[in-house]
């Protein structure tokens, strides 16, 4: 499993990877800013353009170069429950090909429950089986384009599993 990040923010995602019970096999860090801060060695860096477009042009980079069987997207600002990838990679290895999880817009807003849908899913509550999410393509560059993918990722036959906890708060 990989981690996925388009972020500037090394020392958040390092916070943030550092606190998870479930270390990932890999990480890429795809930016397009000057700062790219002190990445550990380990870490595959990746410089993109800024295409203002909130990092889908990276994230569909991703999945067609991920090398991983799942990956996810982290985000520097946001929070991940210290178990989020051991939860989220035990219902991949039962056979899932998109593993969401509940999660919040804000620390005090209410709890939204995943589905696979626009509204349902936000890029940082999904992880996804990389030879279901490349043939579907990251194609949509309009805000929701998180629940674009993962919705046509069902259409075309992915399974799908719903953690039933809040484990990613977005900032």
């Avoid at 990092?55 to 520097?76: L, P, R, V, Y």
Wanted: include cysteine; charge should be negative.
């Amino acid at each position: 499993m990989a981690i996925i990040c388009h972020e500037q923010n090394i020392e958040g995602i390092k916070r943030i990877i550092e606190r998870q019970t479930k270390k990932p096999d890999n990480i890429v860090l795809y930016y397009s800013n000057e700062y790219f801060g002190d990445a550990p060695p380990e870490w595959k860096i990746v410089q993109c353009p800024n295409l203002n477009d909130w990092g889908h042009g990276k994230c569909k980079q991703a999945i067609e170069e991920a090398t991983s069987d799942f990956i996810c997207f982290f985000n520097a600002d946001s929070y991940y429950e210290d178990n989020y990838l051991l939860e989220m990679m035990k219902r991949a290895r039962e056979g899932f090909d998109v593993v969401l999880c509940d999660f919040k817009h804000r620390p005090d807003s209410n709890v939204i429950v995943a589905h696979p849908i626009i509204g349902g899913t936000d890029r940082g509550n999904v992880l996804v089986c990389v030879k279901e999410a490349r043939p579907v393509g990251y194609n949509h560059s309009i805000y929701e384009a998180d629940g674009l993918l993962i919705q046509d990722m069902v259409k075309q036959g992915a399974s799908w599993i719903r953690v039933n906890k809040c484990l990613y708060i977005n900032n």
